[in-house]
């Protein structure tokens, strides 16, 4: 279907999520109407406690979908949250290095002080 908006034309992508009707319904303006469920619900990934600036923070839990495949998918998806950890660490070591370059070449005291305070910080919790 060709849709137009502000003069931009487009065409409507069909939504690719496969849903199942439910049970709960009812009638709105004289139309029977039902409550559509998806039909795959992703896991979530498992737990990993982190630390930003000393604020501990989180990631949600596995819910494993079946026993056998348990211990492969908890394997494959803690590497991807180790990736995920690793690269989360290098992007802080990276601000943090930009922060503390920029700091000296304002000459703001302080501030030096203050970010390597941090990154002595970040070196004693790793």
Do not use: C, F
Not at 35 to 53: F, S
Not at 65 to 90: C, F, M, S
């Amino acid at each position: 279907m060709k849709l137009s908006y502000r003069g931009v034309n487009y065409d409507q992508a069909p939504s690719t999520l496969e849903v199942t009707e439910g049970e709960i319904g009812g009638m709105y303006r004289g139309q029977n109407w039902r409550y559509h469920y998806p039909r795959h619900i992703a896991t979530p990934l498992p737990i990993h406690n982190l630390k930003y600036r000393g604020v501990p923070y989180g990631t949600s839990q596995l819910i494993a979908t079946t026993p056998a495949k348990t211990g492969i998918i908890r394997n494959e998806r803690e590497q991807v949250i180790d990736e995920w950890t690793n690269l989360h660490l290098q992007n802080i070591r990276r601000s943090l290095e930009h922060r503390l370059q920029v700091a000296k070449a304002n000459g703001d005291q302080n501030l030096i002080q203050l970010l390597e305070a941090e990154s002595k910080q970040m070196a004693l919790s790793l």
